[in-house]
């Protein structure tokens, strides 16, 4: 009883101890806005990095990363039909910059059905479609069809990082890696990663609950940037085959951004912006009110004006550089940066309450993470990059078959 009663006691005094020191502390009183910066400067050595300045008064987008492709894929009739006001809030932009707009029919074009016929879902097709037009560009803005430009005083470059060659986000409402939209600059690296996260169609295939090119987004990010993680990505990949709805599904994606911890950036391979950091975020999350800062707006799948920040249907004629004229948007949608805030923090607040239940699972207290493979769990990393090299997917030659809509 005794004993008890000394090591609660000392447990007590070791407590408030480390709560003082902690407390008293030098931070060196460093602003939050800097954190980033250090960590990438002082942990991973890369080179200096600061984004360039926004856009003011719809000037010209200065070229320094060269020639910019925004890429949409899909069926050209469903974007006539189901998508007409994300596309034309995304051509009145283009016509006031001088990247190159490309529209790539999946089942139409003959690049794609030549190097991507044996790709026949959509979602995993699409990402074949960007690689096989990824060497006609410097850098490549991959956009989903239901993605509107709210505000078009912005360039591109300002979410472009030099440092790496594939930029992915977090989508807002439950913390995972979107797979719509993407910034892919053309180098070996990102051709590999996009014909193999295509190539996980083969096996997603047979998952009953697979979120398709999403939720094999999770696992290809992880294995790519973390391949030491090999125990940590088996039960990830369990709990994913394993997932049977939405609730189960996210206890993969939990699984895996836990293994990925609190990094996000990988120099030389991928950046993810964590949420609402990215240049697009899902239109509801703030019901659809935009600031300054807003780029694009994601999940506008209907012709209709409601539930948009668009006052009426867009007239490409009006739209050109250096102007607004063609820009007409709902009175009193456009707020400050603060008002903003203000909602981003009430909705993730209102995610994480509804977080699914079977989502929130601590992926080594559910399965075992050395049970199976002990003694041996720490696998030998110039293995991993020994076979991953012979297993580089090759560049295509260059095709004269361009069947894609160019502007």
Known sequence: MKLKLWLSVLLLVTTVFILYQASTMDTGNI??????????????????????????????????????????????????????????????????????????????????????????????????????????TDWMLVLDADTAVVNPNHCIEEWIDPRVDLVLYERFFNWEIASGNYLVKNTPFAYDFLKRWAGWEFRARYYVFSGMDNGALQMHVLQTVMPEAYVE??????????????????????????????????????????????????????????????????????????????????????????SLSGWHWKQGLHIDQETIK???????????????????????????????????????????DLMRSQFQVPAPESSACNDSIVS
């Open 31 to 136: 602003p939050m806005n800097n954190v980033s910066m250090i960590r990438d400067e002082n942990v991973t050595n890369t080179p200096k990095y600061t984004s360039p300045a926004q856009r003011q008064n719809m000037s010209n987008c200065p070229a320094i990363y060269g020639k910019i492709t925004i890429v949409v894929v899909g069926s050209t009739k469903s974007l006539e039909k189901n998508y007409q006001i994300a596309q034309a809030s995304l051509r009145c932009y283009h016509k006031s910059t001088k990247y190159t707009l490309r529209v790539i029919d999946l089942y139409k074009d003959c690049r794609v059905r030549t190097e991507c016929r044996h790709h026949t879902q959509l979602f995993f097709r699409k990402h074949c479609a960007t690689a096989a037009y990824l060497n006609e």
């Open 233 to 322: 990505a088996t039960i990830c990949n369990q709990l994913w085959s394993n997932a049977t709805d939405y609730a189960t599904y996210m206890a993969y994606v939990t699984c895996v951004k836990v293994t990925l911890g609190a990094k996000r950036f990988w120099p030389g391979q991928i950046r993810i912006y964590r949420r609402a950091h990215g240049w697009v975020r899902d239109g509801h999350v703030t019901d659809h009110y935009w600031c300054d800062r807003d780029f694009m707006m994601h999940d506008y799948k209907h012709n209709s004006l409601s539930n948009t920040p668009f006052e009426r249907d867009f007239n490409l004629t009006e739209c050109g550089s250096n």
């Open 342 to 384: 203000i909602k981003l923090r009430q909705k993730e607040r209102l995610h994480a309450i509804s977080f699914p239940k079977k989502g929130r699972v601590f992926p080594w207290l559910a399965y075992s993470d050395v049970g199976y493979c002990w003694p041996n769990c720490d696998i030998d990393l110039e293995l991993i």
